[in-house]
């Protein structure tokens, strides 16, 4: 059987601090530094001279010859492995690069995360090696663009519910029909994952279950919809797609037949990373314009930069930018070693930095008071461009209840296997000795931190103060509810923010550590602030929604919910 791997947030769910997966916080290996930064270079030389992005929003599309010149830069291979014609850099350089290009523009980095982070991502975890022979070579150069079809009229969120449907020929091809929506690059992609539902034995019975598919650009029966009018990243393209018995060849199955579901789910834990990267690049490059205009404006006889109302919006961007960047890295490094499941951790990140994406976005519009609101200047552009972060890769919603459900996974299994131990005394033996043990060891331990620097104790104990009183709380609720835990949505999204502000605290606890390690508290000191800022408010969130979990006004947010859905209007007598 295949050892189980590691994670974080999972161990957390169960009262545990994985100290060793987060301490020291990751650097970028040397090596990948010197190639990094020649690509940084390269590509802010090339964007200055040649690439407008509010001209590219206003047209709708990149200037001529873009997309060629990014892949001579290599943009488009920055993940294939060399052998195949790419820079085979790890996950902790592409969130780097993938930071400069969102830098440069909203647009940019959906295009590159379609191709890259969920596009060909497939082809790379799961793809044969005559697959890859086949097709990364001129995906790495860009000659070929790669697009994830997913999404249909009728299925989003609930991606298993997908309607296109691929069945088996006697010769062994497959004959593809159905629709797709929305599918970023999909206007120039030539290299499709394409997910479908497949007939699969199963102990002697049919079902239907997702498979992955590679399909190529130019096969008759495969055309593509109009471009998308969209509120930002304009840019993109974004089309439907039509497979009308598009005939696939037997080698065109991505990973086993039947499996494609946790295929998707799986490009889309990098796609996830990839994209929160971009939101941090993104939001480093917004906050330099917004610190020279409050500089540079003056009102009241004063530079607005001196008004308290104005320091607080400048604080909360850079602590929101630097909790997200540094989750970004951590979960890049974990993505990096071998053994770990990141699954949480990207969620997490995509979560918080795209709601930190839109709230940088919303308070620099302020900042930057009337003139924010005026095309020619980037904040309005961002605000649009920004938006859709919450919406694709999973929603937030799914994706909170994805952190709380995946995450009790295991307390729940556990608990299930009391449950049958329970009814079993003597089968189950084995295993209640072993809760029992657990039950005791949870008794009289708190999880610890010993890896935090002193001068942050105070907030690491915050943090396994809180560890421990949401493990219960999380072993509670999945007792109390058993499998209609799923249903309490609002509940599982408290469990969910909890886990997000824990992941935060952790990842700035490392960062700020090695930081102080390196140049001592004094030199340290803005980052220490921005630890206090931070983790000062996280343990409040945590308190607040853990006590909400028992006292919470869900009933009536239910109730009144229902009320207005049913009439179908705002229905009260003033
Ligand atoms: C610009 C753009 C580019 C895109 N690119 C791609 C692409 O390249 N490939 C691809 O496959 N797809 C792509 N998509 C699709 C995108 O992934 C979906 O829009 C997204 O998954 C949400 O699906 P939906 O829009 O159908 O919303 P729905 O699933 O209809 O959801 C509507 C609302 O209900 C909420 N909701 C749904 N279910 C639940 C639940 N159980 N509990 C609580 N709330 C719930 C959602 O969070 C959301 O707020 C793209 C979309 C856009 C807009």
Redesign the pocket.
């Known amino acids: 059987m295949a050892e189980a791997k590691q994670s974080l947030m999972k161990s957390m769910f169960r009262g545990d601090i994985l100290e060793g997966l987060v301490f020291p916080y990751p650097t970028l290996d040397a090596d990948e530094a010197d190639m990094v930064k020649i690509i940084e270079d390269n590509l802010l030389k090339w964007a200055r001279d040649n690439f407008d992005a509010g001209q590219a929003d206003t047209e709708a599309k990149y200037p001529d010859g873009t997309l060629e010149t990014l892949g001579e830069m290599g943009i488009f291979g920055l993940i294939i492995p060399e052998e195949y014609g790419g820079l085979g850099l790890s996950q902790t350089a592409y969130a780097r690069i993938f930071e400069s290009i969102a830098a440069i523009d909203g647009s940019l980095p959906?295009t590159l995360g379609?191709h890259s982070s969920?596009?060909m991502k497939g082809l790379l975890l799961y793809g044969t090696e005559e697959q890859k022979k086949k097709y990364l070579p001129d995906l790495a150069t860009g000659k070929k663009l790669a697009?994830?079809?997913?999404?249909e009229p009728g299925?989003?969120?609930?991606?298993a519910s997908i309607q296109t449907r691929a069945v088996r020929q006697d010769d062994g091809t497959w004959l593809l029909n159905g629709q797709?929506?929305?599918?970023?690059?999909?206007g120039y992609a030539q290299f499709f994952t394409v997910?479908a539902k497949t007939a699969v034995e199963i102990n002697g019975e049919m079902k239907d279950k997702i498979t992955a598919f590679i399909v190529d650009g130019d096969l008759p029966g495969f055309t593509r919809g109009p471009e998308?009018h969209?509120m930002g990243?304009k840019a993109?393209s974004?089309v439907p797609l039509y497979f009308d018995n598009v005939v696939l060849s037997p080698d065109s199955v991505l990973g086993e037949v039947g499996k494609g579901f946790g295929v998707a789910m799986h490009i889309l834990n990098s796609g996830r990373l990839g994209l929160s990267a971009g939101v941090v690049g993104g939001a480093k490059a917004i906050l330099e314009k917004v610190v020279k205009h409050t500089r540079e404006r003056h009102q009241f006889g004063r530079p607005i930069e001196d008004f308290e109302l104005i320091k607080e919006k400048v604080s909360r961007i850079t602590v929101d930018i630097y909790v997200a960047e540094s989750m970004v890295y951590l979960t890049a490094a974990l993505a990096d070693r071998e053994g770990v499941d990141f699954s949480l951790e990207s969620a997490i990140c995509k979560v918080r930095a795209s709601e930190m994406g839109w709230g940088m976005a919303d308070d620099s519009l302020q900042i930057m008071g009337g003139l924010g609101y005026m095309k020619g200047y980037p904040f309005e552009r961002v605000l649009r461009d920004t938006r859709?972060n919450l919406?694709?890769?999973?929603?937030?919603?799914?994706l909170r209840?994805f952190i709380a459900l995946a995450g009790m996974e295991a307390p729940g299994e556990y608990l299930k296997q009391l449950g049958q131990a329970l009814q079993g005394p003597i089968r189950g033996f084995g295993f209640l000795a072993d809760y029992a043990f657990t039950r005791a060891k949870e008794a009289v331990t708190t999880p610890r931190l010993v890896k935090v620097h002193p001068s942050l104790e105070r907030y690491a104990g915050y943090l396994t103060k809180y560890v421990e009183k949401f493990h219960k709380s999380v072993d509670s609720a999945i007792m109390k509810f058993g499998k209609r835990i799923i249903d309490r949505?609002l509940m599982l999204q408290r469990f969910a923010d909890c886990a997000i502000d824990f992941y935060g605290m952790l990842a700035v606890l490392s960062r700020a550590t090695s930081r102080i390690e390196a140049v001592g508290e004094e030199a340290a000191k803005p980052e220490l602030d921005i630890v206090r800022i931070y983790c000062e408010g996280a343990w409040r969130r945590v308190r607040r929604n853990l006590r909400q979990i028992r006292r919470h006004e869900d009933r009536p947010v239910r109730r009144l919910a229902a009320y207005v859905t049913q009439r179908q209007k705002y229905d009260f007598p003033t």
């Open positions: 959906v379609g969920i596009g697009s994830f079809a997913l999404t299925s989003g969120s609930d991606a797709k929506i929305w599918i970023t690059n999909g997910f998308e969209k990243i993109t974004t859709i919406i694709f890769e999973g929603t937030n919603e799914i209840l949505e």
